[in-house]
Every structure is written in C-alpha cells, then in structure tokens.
C-alpha cells in the first residue's frame, strides 16, 4: 500500500488538516508522517513524540478491550486548539 500517496491525499483534503502520520501498530513503525506546508508545529519534536505515543498505547488498550467495548475503528479527541482523529489503520489526522 503507498501510505505516502494517502498520507498526502488526506493532508490536501481541507486546508485545516495540518498533520497526518500512519503507523504499522503490530511493530510501531511510521509510515508515514508530515505536516501540511506553512503550518507551524504546536509542540516540540520530544512533545510530538511523545504525544504520538500515547496516542499509539491507547489505541493498543482499546484492541485490548474491543470484546467488551465493542470494535473501536475511530477515535476524536478534541482540544482547544486541535483535534485528533485517529482511524482504524492507526491514521492520525490533526486539523483545527
């Protein structure tokens, strides 16, 4: 699969999507990750990974419990100046 190729198509869906990382969650690999041209990061490189994650632990914690909480296939956060849409394929989306 050519996650680049997603990974941008998502990035140049809305001008409000600034960042867009794909992870392999079985070997938490990155994919895919960038930030959309012109935007300026929120949080530093260590805060962005550890942001990300976080992000990749809670989602291994809803796969833990998906039996009784039902098959989770999306995840959104919302914060003040963020969101963070989290799909299935382990696609993190943030757009304000």
């Known amino acids: ?20 990382t794909v992870i ?10 960038q930030h959309a041209l012109g935007v300026t990061n929120l949080l530093s490189k260590e805060e962005s990974d550890q942001s990300l994650q976080f992000t990749l632990s809670a989602w291994k914690i809803r796969i833990l419990y998906k039996n009784r909480l ?8 919302n914060m003040k100046r ?15």
């Open 24 to 33: 392999d969650i079985n070997d938490n690999k990155f994919l895919f990750s």
């Open 82 to 96: 963020l969101n963070v849409l989290v799909c299935l394929l382990m696609i993190i989306i943030c757009f304000t």
């Open 70 to 77: 039902e098959k989770a296939s999306l995840y959104l956060q």
């Open 1 to 20: 699969m050519d996650f680049k190729n997603i990974g941008n198509q998502i990035l140049n869906l809305d001008p409000d999507v600034r960042f867009v």
